[in-house]
T-cell receptor, first 113, second 117 residues
């Protein structure tokens, strides 16, 4: 079945450092890919998405590129802030956005000032 | 923006009792809601898809008699964990699907921590 593998955390960075959170997937079809973020005490929020190969999703300085050849969707940000501290989830949907999601385990990001 | 509210955020119950978790879409109607659970350091796993006015569709391996899902209105779905045991302790989170002409958008609740003692 479909699955998503994320790098384990927690990831601890200093403010303004470069961030990469790796995400790879296994899917039978051509999934849509997502990154969700969960801030402390809040629900999951969609951070960015990509629906086909080579698409780049971006939001709030975060980027991720849908790489079909490596089945990856790594999350990057050039300069993190303390306010980026949260849990980040990579996910896929095999039947388009709005249907059920398969999630990775989540990666805790802690940014120190 | 659209908001999904989950209640309670934390609950502790005794083994053998039942506990109900509510998921409400506050400012939109959701014909479809999803229930997930997450064990520590593991993925969120889809438990079931809840459709308003019909029976929920459970994922393989999820006991439908233990995890009762009711979606009686377009704004409320409930998950009842019956005869809870310590192994049911987990993080449960719901999401609701908002349908627009441009496509569907998923909104998540804040999640509920269940501890069975």
């Amino acid at each position: 079945g479909d699955s998503v593998t994320q790098m384990e955390g927690p990831v601890t960075l200093s403010e303004e450092a470069f961030l990469t959170i790796n995400c790879t997937y296994t899917a039978t079809g051509y999934p849509s890919l997502f990154w969700y973020v969960q801030y402390p005490g809040e629900g999951l929020q969609l951070l960015l998405k990509a629906t086909k190969a080579d698409d780049k999703g971006s939001n709030k300085g975060f980027e991720a590129t849908y790489r079909k050849e490596t089945t990856s969707f790594h999350l990057e940000k050039g300069s993190v802030q303390v306010s980026d501290s949260a849990v980040y989830f990579c996910a896929l949907s095999d039947r388009g956005y709005g249907n059920k999601l398969v999630f990775g385990a989540g990666t805790i990001l802690r940014v120190k000032s | 923006g659209a908001v999904v509210s989950q209640h309670p955020s934390r609950v502790i119950c005794k083994s053998g009792t039942s506990v109900k978790i509510e998921c409400r879409s506050l400012d939109f109607q959701a014909t479809t809601m999803f229930w997930y659970r997450q064990f520590p350091k593991q993925s969120l796993m889809l438990m079931a898809t809840s459709n308003e006015g019909s029976k929920a569709t459970y994922e393989q391996g999820v006991e439908k008699d233990k995890f009762l899902i009711n979606h009686a209105s377009l704004t409320l779905s409930t998950l009842t964990v019956t005869s809870a045991h310590p192994e049911d302790s987990s993080f449960y989170i719901c999401s609701a699907s908002l349908s627009r002409s441009s496509g569907n958008t998923i909104y998540f609740g804040e999640g509920s921590w269940l501890t069975v003692v």
